[in-house]
């Protein structure tokens, strides 16, 4: 006779701790992936609190498998004609019934939903980035606070304390009818009764506010000395910048302000998309705009140069301008680009340029060779970009500059 | 258990272990605990286990576990039996009474299984599984546990032993033999006239080369598990769970071989248990909804529960006159040879089962069950069930001199899926501390992988 018996629980979640490591190599594959995942974002106007949804590729169990040469079986439902064409819904779970042991697991894909402040934490986490260097006497801008000290006797309308001031007048009030009770008892108590009559008839009679009454809040104005910051992108729009180099672009800029925005409280960002003439545009136009013709770098620099002028004193602003461009810059431009390059070098904190050349023939160009040469700034930075995979590290080496 | 109690259960224990015996079925004894959802999700995560030793991927199938169940993808009850004397099976408490009569007669079928089948006499030692398990997983926490040692670099070893783990001996139940004994034995048939008569004989045109004995391995080695295990430069630890996770892919093995029957089995005979029950209405309508559940064909799919099923019932009503021939069918099969000797053309034909084939992106027909196709259909399910789903990759040779080791692939016109091959060679590297190299075909052409020990892998032909 069998057996039967009642599970007794001992509380105990036996898979939690193998759990808890297949959560962190997932988040650990995130973290390797993230090069690829937020290039699809658009830049700014996210909140840190918008939910995306990133696929994950599942932590996979490796061992050899058979690929999909070979014919496999499955039931249907007698429909079925050679030659037929069949869909994923068919075929798609190959394997899954038929008893295969190890090899049934194909493609699998998590869809996980994370924060874009959850996936730049991700980011920057182990990235070890040096601290910035703020400029101190930048003082801000961002909401003014106040802080309330108590009262006075003289204000504005606005800030009258209406409760203080009714309490005000109640004590008065207290006191006047106390003092005629004093005045009372000093004199003859013969006609008391009367007097009391009196008295309540005041209490109910009206007993209006005076000027003395009346209590103002006291505040002091809060100037919170805080950072600013503002993101100066500067891209070459000419034909020859097509969408990859426009994406690896995108991708950077993004980091970048994701970074800026961790340690200022307010970053603006500007957008200046140069041909041999150079525009500040919104960044719908930015990325997705192309134009034709040639390339004056110096353009592009110049109109930073401006913008920082009227917009963002140097003084209370830290400022951070980058670069993007495919090198292809007219050569008589090379000169004027230096030296404005120098320019923006003396007031920026940051100034990069970053060259994006798909595929693998990097040589380098003549302006990354110029600037190579004749930029010779603390805060000055070269980076190249073939690939995806360039982003992060690109990224790191501009911002390591500035911790030197 | 709401609707029922725990009496109610053991007299339908009674009723069905009655039937069973009649029947003639032949199981060890059977013990039933009765556990919550959670408990049964924790069971399944590691494989019906009660102790088990920890890694990742196990809290990667509780999740999938979690999620299939979450959205009643199987769409089947909870069943979890163990291969083990005494027999232990588990029934989930929220389940209706009929499901636990069904799933108590279905563990009958199992156990019965489990005791008979060839596989498993020889492969497994059913009264050592609990323990076994038990010990394999304090091992493994001693390791973990062990300053010098701790849980990455065991994870490591873990990780890459899975990776190869079906890459062991296929024959079940065959005396491992050292290198020493093979080489007599390879001496011996080299020296074996090759005819009573070798003198009428035509004489061979080649002198035969005599076979290299100094090659390790002399032969090429299928348990590749085992080969590292002796021949690499791992520690001793490293070593003891590389048999730990061996050990348990042999216990499994039977299992892997024999999927399809040992779910016929179960369903063959829970199905003809329930039917002498005498099952009031309500109770035997849903039996024969359930029952359907379970066999129902998937489509595009092969689902083993009614493949197993269909085949048993048939070979039940072609012989009439012979009802022992399913028991003698259950003892001597795995699934490769059931499918192969008794998937006949009017049951490939009642099933509707076809072949396809990926073409490009899209996946074609290529046969149908009808006169040509059938047999064609038959092949490849037994082609792909159990093991034969899986490649077979040989230990060719240990180059000593610059410690390579070289695997090959035995390409059977099945290619092998090159993004995983190129990942688990670098789990292979892991164990043997050199450089590893894989030689198959791809595209018809003979391709060999070269993984060396900074794990860089290259693709060239060979």
């Known amino acids: 006779m069998a057996i039967f018996r009642e599970y007794v629980n001992s509380g105990r979640d036996r898979a939690a701790e193998d759990r808890r490591r297949h959560k962190e190599l997932v988040e650990e594959s995130i973290k390797k992936n993230i090069g690829n995942i937020i290039a699809e974002e658009s830049i700014i106007g996210q909140s840190k609190d918008k939910k995306i949804k990133i696929p994950i590729k599942g932590i996979k169990e490796y061992q050899f498998v058979y690929g999909k040469n070979g014919p496999s079986a499955g039931s249907g439902d007698g429909s079925e004609k050679r030659g037929e064409k069949i869909g994923g819904e068919k075929a798609g779970k190959k394997g899954q019934g038929s008893g295969q042991a190890g090899n049934q697991e194909g493609e699998e894909i998590y869809e996980t939903e994370i924060t874009i402040e959850e996936l730049i934490n991700y980011l920057f986490d182990d990235m070890n980035l040096p601290d910035i260097d703020k400029k101190k006497i930048a003082e801000l801008e961002s909401i003014r606070s106040y802080k309330n000290l108590g009262y006075q006797r003289k204000g504005i309308p606005p800030r009258l304390a209406k409760k203080r001031s009714v309490i005000e007048k109640i004590k008065r009030k207290q006191g006047y009818l106390r003092n005629n009770r004093s005045l009372i008892d000093s004199e003859e108590e013969r006609e008391e009764d009367d007097i009391v009559q009196n008295i309540e008839d005041d209490s109910k009679k009206r007993f209006p506010f005076s000027e003395d009454d009346l209590r103002y809040r006291r505040v002091r104005e809060d100037r919170k000395k805080d950072f600013n910051a503002v993101v100066i992108c500067i891209m070459d729009v000419s034909g020859s910048m097509d969408q990859t180099k426009k994406y690896l672009a995108r991708s950077f800029y993004f980091l970048l302000y994701q970074f800026i925005k961790l340690k200022y409280a307010n970053v603006d960002v500007v957008f200046i998309a140069h041909t041999t003439t150079a525009k500040e545009v919104n960044e719908n136009e930015f990325f997705h705009r192309g134009e034709s013709g040639g390339t004056y770098i110096s353009s592009g620099y110049e109109k930073a140069l401006e913008i920082i002028e009227q917009r963002y004193n140097p003084n209370s602003w830290n400022i951070y301008a980058f670069h993007c461009s495919d090198g292809d810059n007219w050569s008589e431009d090379n000169k004027r680009a230096v030296e404005l390059g120098q320019k923006l070098c003396d007031i920026c904190n940051l100034f990069g340029y970053g060259e994006i050349v798909p595929g693998y023939y990097s040589s380098g160009s003549t302006i990354k060779n110029e600037f190579q040469k004749s930029i010779k700034r603390k805060n000055f930075s070269i980076i190249t970009m073939t690939s995806k995979d360039d982003v992060l590290p690109g990224l790191k080496k501009l911002l390591e500059k500035e911790g030197e | ?462």
């Open chain 2, 1 to 462: 258990m709401t609707e029922y109690s725990m009496q109610e259960l053991l007299e339908w224990n009674e009723k069905i272990e009655e039937i069973a015996r009649a029947e003639g079925l032949d199981y060890y004894e059977q013990e039933f605990e009765i556990c919550s959802y959670e408990d049964m999700i924790g069971y399944e995560t590691y494989v019906g286990m009660p102790s088990h030793y920890p890694h990742w991927s196990y809290g990667k199938n509780y999740e999938r576990t979690k999620t299939l169940h979450k959205y009643n993808l199987t769409g089947l009850p909870y069943e979890m039996v163990i291969n083990s004397d005494p027999c232990i099976a588990y029934l989930m408490k929220d389940n209706t009474l009929l499901l636990q009569i069904l799933t108590i007669a279905h563990v009958y079928g199992h156990n019965d299984f489990f005791k008979n089948n060839r596989l498993f006499k020889l492969g497994t030692r059913a009264k050592d599984t609990v323990e076994m398990f038990k010990n394999h997983a304090n091992r493994i926490r001693e390791y973990i546990q062990d300053p010098g040692i701790g849980y990455a670099k065991v994870e490591k070893i873990l990780n890459a032993a899975h990776a190869i783990k079906y890459q062991i001996s296929r024959n079940i139940g065959v005396k491992v033999l050292s290198q020493e004994e093979k080489r007599r034995e390879m001496l011996q048939r080299y020296r074996r006239p090759k005819s009573e008569y070798p003198l009428l004989e035509p004489r061979p045109k080649d002198e035969e080369v005599p076979p290299d004995f100094k090659k390790i391995p002399v032969e090429p080695e299928e348990d590749m598990l085992l080969f590292i295990m002796k021949y690499s430069k791992l520690s001793e630890w490293e070593r003891d769970i590389l048999s730990i996770v061996r050990e348990e892919t042999l216990y499994f093995l039977p299992q892997i071989e024999t999927k399809i029957m040992n779910e016929g089995w179960a369903s063959f005979w829970h199905y003809n248990i329930l039917n002498k029950l005498n099952l009031e209405q309500g109770l035997h309508l849903e039996f024969l909804k359930r029952h359907n559940q379970v066999i129902r064909p998937l489509l595009g799919q092969l689902n083993p529960y009614y493949i197993g099923f269909k085949i048993f019932e048939d070979l039940r009503k072609r012989h009439e006159d012979n009802p022992q021939i399913i028991f003698e069918v259950r003892e001597i099969e795995r699934d490769q040879s059931f499918i192969r000797r008794y998937l006949t053309r009017e049951l490939c034909e009642e099933m509707n089962l076809f072949e396809y084939t990926k073409i490009g992106s899209s996946y074609i027909i290529t046969e149908v069950s009808d006169e040509e196709g059938w047999e064609s259909i038959r092949d490849t399910i037994a082609n792909s069930v159990g093991l034969s789903g899986i490649p077979v990759i040989k230990v060719s040779e240990w180059v000593q001199k610059d410690n390579t080791l070289i695997l090959e692939h035995e390409y059977d016109g099945r290619e092998i899926e090159l993004s995983y091959a190129y990942e688990t060679l670098k789990h292979i590297v892991d164990l043997w501390d050199g450089k590893v190299m894989l030689i198959t075909n791809i595209d018809n052409k003979r391709k060999l992988i070269i993984c060396d020990e900074e794990k860089r892998v290259a693709l060239m032909d060979a």
